[in-house]
């Protein structure tokens, strides 16, 4: 019995750690690029490929972004909402997304 309210309070904290919520937002970015080039290709390009062409193409400005954000949300307190045309935001693909992303869907 203590070693499950251990495990459970690991997986609590693990999920509500900053870092784990970063790994976790990056790789629905990647997720999303992935789906979208394997797209444009006509097949399925796989993780890895997708993994290391987001990393080379978008992931500095992504990053840079995120940053930008956690700045501002402690400059104004924890229920900062995202700016409008901010990646994340209607409308707005932000800098991680692919020229596809940028159009507007049929």
Known sequence: MADDVKQLDGEHLLRNSSLYREFQAEREEILKHKWIESEKAGYD???????????LKHR??????????ARAAQGQGAGAESPAGAPGSQGSPGPGASESEAQPSP
């Open 60 to 69: 500095s400005k992504w990053r840079a972004y995120r940053q930008s954000l």
């Open 45 to 55: 390009i796989g993780f890895e490929r997708a993994l290391t062409d987001w990393i």
